[in-house]
């Protein structure tokens, strides 16, 4: 049901200046429209890329299922921020917004003269949220970053699909979904923060750094192990996806391939029977099957590094698939800090996931170790709540111990 009622939503009175595309920023701005914030969506000449991209070639009317799915409660313009006007236009929308959100390659704002220091230098209340697929530096930087690499370069990918098979990424877009979440919640941590001081602040996020958090159990296990976990004998599917997505093996592993166009990759790579039109999609169905034993065949002929020698250059979207051992040396793992360690009363020293979004003026850090059962009972009841010893006492007594 649609309400004309624009007076409800806990985020009422909030504004957003919505510069992104795909899945991880829209979603979290959809989300945030949902609770009431004013979203104005800041769209390139040709539209948001998912506006010409949809889940398994859905168009109900001509437009796409997936930009449905990820848009609802914003307001579009459409401005060409290499012209003048469209970027004064859209200086002048973040001038009266309170957030702006953006998932741009890292650079892409601060070459158009948009970036957080050069707004933030005359308003200081802003709260600027970049979105990445690695980070905003590193040596992933300038690497397309994209939902089935991310979630290939942080492991989980070996956690699926059938023992022997190729690793299995998830039919849902893991990465994208968690990085909008966690968006979703540190905007909202740097309102309060603002709030309580009148200042704005920078927050990072990123694909690889929010899916690696997502399998903190599954990595904390795997660092305490030292193995690489046993996949079981099943498999799931994605039903949704066309050639030429995938994983691939490889002369020595395997490759992520994202969503290119199946005629450029065939050009790159010297396969031929792809030169036509009908190839220029990065997303053909009836014919992925077919597609995809032709590029593997070939994809066998290198290794994974080889492959990613010869097709980064054309910026295709590709990756390695690493298990949790290779993740966990990975460069830009190692440099955005996704693996820490604590000491734990009990445990001793505990090795785990870091912390995915970063914040330029109130950072995020492992400040207490995994509580013991009940170690604060006291600490809390006095310091919270003031209770006297006695009433303490009342409540440790009232503690049972399960049989």
Known sequence: MVTENNNEGALRG???????????GPWATQMLGDMGADIIKIEPPGGDWMRHYAYGNLYPAGQ???????????????LDLKSTEGLQAARDIISKCDILIENFRPGVMDRLGIGYESLQAVQPGLI????????????????????LLAQSLAGGAWLNGRRGDLPVVTAVGQADLLTSLFIVQSVLAALYHRQQTGRGQRIDASLLNSIIAFHTQEITAYLYKGANPERSAAGIPNPWLGAPYGLYPTRDSYIAIGMNSVRRLAAIMGIEGYDRKEFDSNNIIGERDAIYENFA????????????????????????VNTFREMAVDPQVLHNKMIIEYDHPAAG???????????????????RPAPLLGEHTEEILTGICGYTPEQVQAVHGSVRTPS
């Not at 065949?297 to 390695?320: G, M, N, Y």
């Open 14 to 24: 909030v504004r957003v200046a919505d510069f992104t595309q795909l899945v991880q």
């Open 64 to 78: 796409s299922i997936s930009f449905l799915g990820f848009n609802r409660n914003k307001r579009s313009i459409a």
């Open 128 to 147: 600027y949220c970049a979105s990445s697929g690695y980070g905003k530096d590193g040596p992933y930087q300038t690497r397309p970053g994209q939902d």
């Open 297 to 320: 065949a070939v994809f066998r002929t290198k290794t994974t590094e080889e492959w990613l020698s010869r097709l980064l250059p054309h910026d295709i979207w590709c990756s390695q």
């Open 349 to 367: 020293k505990v090795a785990t996931t870091g912390i995915p979004v970063q914040f330029s003026r109130t950072p995020a850090a492992v400040r």
